[in-house]
């Protein structure tokens, strides 16, 4: 009796299967590309080695993408494929004043991740560097919250006595979503 | 009705009182920290609501095998392995709890790449016991710490 029913338990579950393999290929996930442009900043004095420089980030999901509103469980995930960062106002900065540059992202309601680095930096920058994207770093997490904060890490040759600095940072992502 | 308000005053100014000062208690982790081997000293910074400690001072700042200054050469992220150790968040998402306690964060030992899940518990104004474990706290291990003292000035 039970070796009768047995093929048919197995051309029930093939089919079930190709169902599954079916509805999935009809909700496959889209990708994008998207940039931001943010501004960190915080005030001097500047000691030798490393400091922090800040931006709040509010996310707006319905206009994250071009094609239309998302809701946070439509995100899939979200990576950093480029960052440049630019000085702002000072005419005689150039980043050689610095070993290392990086990139973080913070929240109350996420672990800290960091995104990008640049060690060293190169001797022939001048007043614009591209830092390098973590190929794994996902920040879907955080684009799901309401805001969060970049954490710009730059770590000083010497000590620097400037009031304020101020960098302007292009970002751009890929985002993957349903 | 102005009894009611008085009380309701009364209520509002205390819990916020208690949540100041439950605020302050955790901001006591913040300053410069000693590991027991010596080896790195560590500036812990409050971002947001929650505590990160940062490798300020190596005592071998330069790796013996590149004669360059030591990078995370252990990271699991490939693509991060360039990030400096000095100025690196090796603690990092602490939350106070109280009771001069701080747990949900992180420990990460750059000597092999790994993160630990950790606890921190202030036994003195000057004195950390720092707790890595993977799963359970009870599988684990306690580093204590030591608050690096500044010269007073005369």
């Known amino acids: 009796m039970f070796s009768i029913k047995k093929p048919l338990r197995i051309s029930a579950f093939s089919s079930l299967l190709i169902g599954i393999t079916a509805l999935q290929s009809c909700s496959t996930s889209k990708s994008e590309q998207i940039s931001t442009n943010i501004t960190v900043s915080s005030e001097g004095p500047y000691f030798s080695g490393s400091n922090s420089f800040f931006s709040e980030y509010s996310v707006d999901l319905t206009s994250l993408i071009s094609e239309k509103p998302l809701a946070a469980d439509d995100i899939k995930s979200i990576k950093l494929s480029k960052a440049s960062v630019q000085h702002i106002e000072n005419s005689d900065f150039d980043f050689n004043q610095f070993n290392s540059a990086s990139l973080q992202v913070v929240s109350d309601n996420a672990p800290m991740t960091s995104i990008a680095i640049l060690n060293p930096i190169p001797e022939n920058a001048t007043t614009t560097i591209q830092i390098n994207a973590s190929k794994e770093a996902d920040l879907a997490e955080y684009f799901k919250e309401s805001s969060f904060t970049y954490l710009f890490d730059l770590d000083f040759k010497e000590d620097d006595y400037s009031d304020a600095m101020s960098f302007s940072l292009d970002l751009e992502f890929i985002i993957e979503y349903n | ?154």
Do not use: H
């Not at chain 2, 095998?65 to 991060?80: A, F, H, I, L």
């Open chain 2, 1 to 154: 009705m102005n009894t009611l308000k008085a009380v309701l005053f009364l209520f509002v100014f205390s819990f916020s009182s208690i949540l100041s000062f439950s605020q302050e208690g955790g901001d006591k982790l913040i300053g410069v920290w000693e590991p027991s081997n010596g080896k790195a000293k560590v500036k812990i910074e409050k971002i947001g609501s929650k505590y990160y400690g940062k490798i300020v001072w190596l005592k071998e700042p330069i790796d013996p095998e590149t004669g360059k200054p030591k990078v995370d050469r252990n990271n699991p992220d490939e693509s991060m392995r360039s990030t400096p150790i000095k100025g690196y968040r090796m603690l990092k998402d602490f939350e106070y709890t109280g009771k001069k306690e701080w747990s949900e964060g992180t420990i990460y030992d750059p000597e092999n790449g790994s993160t630990y899940s950790s606890t921190i518990k202030m036994k003195d104004e000057n004195t950390l016991d720092i707790r890595g474990f993977i799963g359970v706290s009870a599988l684990g291990r306690t580093d204590v710490w030591k608050r690096l003292q500044m010269p007073k000035r005369k």
